[in-house]
């Protein structure tokens, strides 16, 4: 099978360079234009009304999320992850930021609101790249450069029905459903088109309240108040965009109360976490070649909250990383070479875990007037690891497509092979020997005897229909052997309460998964933007049986609309409708598994620009249908409820580049 | 064929009651708004020309899903401004419940009883809607319109308490009648507000109070704008 994956994707490589002899002599270095459709531009991620970049993720179709407290996520590209969530590389303005711990994204602490952006792309790909850094699945976020002084900022309240007000006092059994802000960001500073610096802060309140959770809060958490999760997230950040020379540096901090959830706990971890982080990017484009250099660096701190059981001792996470690189145009072709390292280090009370991992990588492109291509193979080394020292890793992917007046095709394939998991990983925790108390016992990391891969293979294709309308198709294809997987089993025989599952580490499982989706898309400026799309998936674990229930809980058919509108009169609305399949979790024993129902999505938000464009006020109307919604078995569910936002942007962003 | 109780079938002929009442305070709504045509295009030069406050004083004379708690007397702030071919309003009101002195039986979450004397009950609510009006130089005037909002609950519980505060989503129609005198107006008005609680919380209520109109200030059109 591993010289199957390589045969293949040598043959890939092959097929892509002969296309770049063919058409590369002639064709000019024009950029052809980006196209995803997995985009949202400004005028959508404003007529959402979303204040939380979290909210904007849920709402992106091609990712499947879920949460235990609405606000961390857990981010599944294509529905081809299964339970552990991908380690999505989110970049802003090029600039990766990391921020990945025990599953979850921390979105959160992240120098982004949706008042910033610009647009926002997902991009799917594989995972499971280790702890270089380079995935190919990632979100990237563009904001305006600003011109002059500016001064914005957003607030949202929440509210969900079926609260049972007064009446909880009288039914010990009422659930409180709850919950509520307010979420808040501001932003200002100056800039001149050229040079840019801006201060902001994201600030969020949430009362863990919702019926899924707050039986296996209760059991954990040592306080006899309401258990809130709280954040403030300050951040500086400088930018410049100039004839040549790009450059770009930021920092902040994140504090959060909070509790921290992961399935092989199977309940809370009341915690206070706190992220220092920076990140910068250099690039100088010289007669000789565009050379860049990019760092960046975080610090996480996790300490102890009242609680009724043990909790892990107090824990520093470090990760640091660097790369330059080199890159030099010759006859159409751009030849990229670069070279980095990361160091990811924990540490919990004296007792010290630390990777450092140097990596090179090279990547060949070629974009002309009608076909581009690409091929990228980057190498990893796993030094000072006392389990597997001088283990190597590599990650490769092609991809070729072309592009006309009527549209475009996209071939691609991609392949990993390593033995190390994401750094952030549960996995990597357990090898590190960290002591978890009793919210999880540590479980003993198996040594492979092979290096786990996985292979993708995708395919995208879209054409114009007629006058402004695109009809689009993708097919996306993922094989996994050789993987190691949380073999679980959940046993919640009371309902409500810690979900204590028994599990261990089992590794050598394969499987593929295949998904497909079609959709339709009119983007006219100054027009109704629509976007239409069906997905649906097929999951093959050949008989294995720990690989089908890793891989299960997410795969299922999605139907989903979208429109949204401003109007000339400042106007400005959105609306989703869409279907997702019912499905069973096959982690969970009876009772607890339970065919969870096909989801039904409606939401409106209809908004008005206030005060000559200075403000916006918007009412959110979601999951009109009133039923629950649920993405996991101990997730949020989710009710009717209204979201009441009020965004101030004194100076227009009319005047950004 | 599933049979009530006595007492099911009072609370089951209330509630049909009470929604039946909504309807038909939702039809003369929709029954009070004048034609299309019969609204006089509002140019830009009378945007949000004058504002009227009003204060009013009320009670609950039909209450539904809360039997734990007695609706006291509420008092009532009214702000409404010309916009739309309407009136768009923003209306506060604050009412006191008093928890039910008698012990009530309650079950708990693993099927046991145990009693409970339900703690008092302040609650704001903090509206916004828009309605429509018959002429407005008329002696007599009729209006009716939407609200949309949130109901805040304080209990009378200590600080720190989990819980002591709550909020949740209340809309509903509204019904006003009055009489006209210069720029005071005189009225009553019957309001139906539905709280998104589970068990919902229904509430029709009477109110009587006073209003004065006045010529919007610059500074307040402004804003408004």
């Not at chain 2, 009530?104 to 145990?114: H, M």
């Not at chain 2, 210069?182 to 509430?203: H, K, Q």
Request: hydrophobic share 40%; proline share 6%; aromatic share 10%.
């Amino acid at each position: 099978m591993r010289h199957c994956f390589g045969i293949a994707l040598m043959s890939i490589v092959f097929v892509a360079s002969q296309v770049h002899a063919q058409v590369g002599e002639n064709a000019p270095e024009e950029a052809l234009p980006s196209w995803s459709p997995w985009t949202m531009t400004a005028s959508e991620i404003q007529s959402t009304g979303a204040v939380r970049f979290s909210e904007l993720i849920r709402m992106m179709p091609a990712l499947e999320t879920w949460s235990s407290d609405r606000y961390t996520h857990r981010i599944v590209g294509m529905g081809l992850g299964g339970l552990h969530p991908d380690p999505i590389d989110i970049t802003l303005d090029g600039l990766s930021l990391p921020a990945f711990l025990l599953d979850r994204v921390l979105t959160e602490s992240l120098p982004v609101s949706p008042g910033d952006l610009d647009e926002l792309t997902f991009t799917p790909g594989l995972t499971m790249a280790g702890p270089a850094r380079k995935t190919n699945v990632t979100i990237a976020l563009r904001t305006p450069m600003r011109s002059g002084w500016h001064l914005s900022g957003a607030f949202a309240v929440i509210n969900e029905t079926g609260d049972p007000g007064p009446a909880k006092h009288t039914d010990a059994r009422a659930n409180n459903v709850d919950r509520s802000g307010p979420a808040t960001w501001v932003r200002t500073g100056w800039g001149n088109k050229r040079w840019m610096i801006q201060a902001g802060v994201n600030t969020d309140l949430h009362h863990l309240t919702d019926e899924r959770i707050s039986g296996r809060v209760r059991g954990t958490y040592a306080e006899d108040v309401q258990p809130v999760i709280t954040q403030f997230a300050p951040f500086v950040r400088i930018r410049h965009e100039g004839d040549g020379l790009r450059f770009q540096a930021m920092g902040g901090q994140s504090r959060r109360k909070d509790f921290i959830y992961h399935e092989s706990a199977g309940q809370e971890w009341p915690a206070r976490l706190r992220r220092e982080w920076a990140a910068s990017l250099l690039e100088k484009n010289s007669s000789f070649a565009l050379m860049s250099f990019r760092a960046d660096a975080s610090r996480i701190s996790l300490s102890e909250r009242p609680s009724f059981i043990e909790l892990p001792s107090p824990l520093l996470i470090e990760d640091a990383s660097v790369e330059g690189s080199l890159e030099k145009r010759l006859s159409g072709i751009a030849f990229r070479l670069a070279v980095g390292a990361r160091r990811w280090m924990i540490d919990q009370e004296g007792k010290h875990f630390e990777q450092f991992t140097p990596t090179a990588s090279t990547e060949i492109s070629r974009t002309g007037q009608t076909w581009s291509s690409k091929v990228f193979v980057q190498l990893s080394r796993l030094a000072d690891d006392a389990w597997q020292p001088n283990t190597y890793s590599w990650l490769a992917n092609a991809s070729v497509t072309n592009s006309g007046v009527k549209g475009s095709i996209s071939l691609r394939l991609a392949g990993t092979q390593g033995h190390f998991p994401e750094p952030g990983h549960l996995m990597t925790w357990n090898r590190a020997e960290v002591s978890l108390g009793d919210w999880m016992p540590t479980r003993a990391v198996p040594a492979s005897s092979s290096a786990p891969r996985s292979l993708e293979f995708g395919l995208l294709g879209r054409r114009l229909l007629s006058g402004s309308w695109h009809g689009w198709a993708h097919a996306h294809i993922r094989l996994f052997e050789g993987h190691t997987l949380a073999d679980r089993v959940i046993d919640q025989r009371f309902g409500i309460g810690p979900l204590l599952p028994e599990w261990q580490w089992s590794s050598g499982h394969s499987g593929w998964l295949f998904s497909r989706a079609a959709g339709i898309e009119r983007l006219e400026p100054g027009d109704i933007t629509w976007r239409a799309f069906f997905q649906f998936y097929h999951v093959s674990s050949q008989g294995d049986d720990a690989f089908f229930r890793h891989q299960t809980g997410f795969p299922r058919h999605r139907l989903q609309v979208m429109a949204s509108d401003t109007r000339p009169g400042g106007v400005r609305w959105m609306t989703r409708l869409g279907y997702a399949s019912a499905w069973t979790w096959p982690e969970y024993r009876e009772p607890a598994r339970r065919v969870i129902p096909a989801d039904i999505i409606a939401e409106i938000t209809i908004g008005k620009t206030l005060f000559s464009g200075v403000a916006d006020a918007l009412v959110s109307v979601l999951n009109i249908p009133d039923r629950p919604l649920g993405n996991h078995p101990a997730g949020v569910e989710e009710q009717l409820a209204i979201r009441l936002t009020l965004s101030v942007a004194p100076v227009s962003r009319s005047q950004d580049k | 064929m599933t049979t009530l109780s006595p007492a099911a079938r009072r609370v089951f002929c209330f509630r049909t009651r009470l929604h039946s009442l909504f309807g038909v305070l939702l039809v003369i709504s929709m029954a009070a708004l004048p034609a299309r045509g019969q609204t006089p295009a509002a140019s830009p030069q009378e945007a949000f020309p004058s504002l009227r406050i009003g204060a009013s004083g009320g009670m609950v004379f039909r209450e539904s899903g809360m039997p734990g708690w007695s609706p006291g007397a509420d008092g009532r702030l009214t702000i409404d401004t010309p916009y739309a071919g309407g009136r768009l309003r923003l209306d506060t009101a604050y009412r006191a419940w008093t928890g039910s002195s008698e012990i009530l039986a309650i079950v708990d979450r693993d099927g046991g009883t145990g009693q409970v004397s339900p703690p008092d009950v302040q609650t704001i609510d903090i509206l916004a809607g828009w309605g429509l009006s018959n002429a407005p130089d008329a002696p007599i005037f009729l209006e009716a319109g939407l609200l949309l909002g949130n109901r805040f609950m304080l209990f009378d519980l200590p600080h720190g308490t989990a819980a002591r505060f709550e909020s949740e989503m209340l809309a509903g129609p509204w019904i006003r009648v009055g009489r006209i005198a210069g720029p005071v107006r005189l009225f009553g008005e019957v309001r139906a507000l539905r709280v998104l609680t589970n068990p919902r919380w229904d509430t029709i209520g009477l109110s009587g109070g006073i209003a004065v109109e006045f010529a919007t200030p610059g500074w307040i059109r402004w804003i408004l704008r």
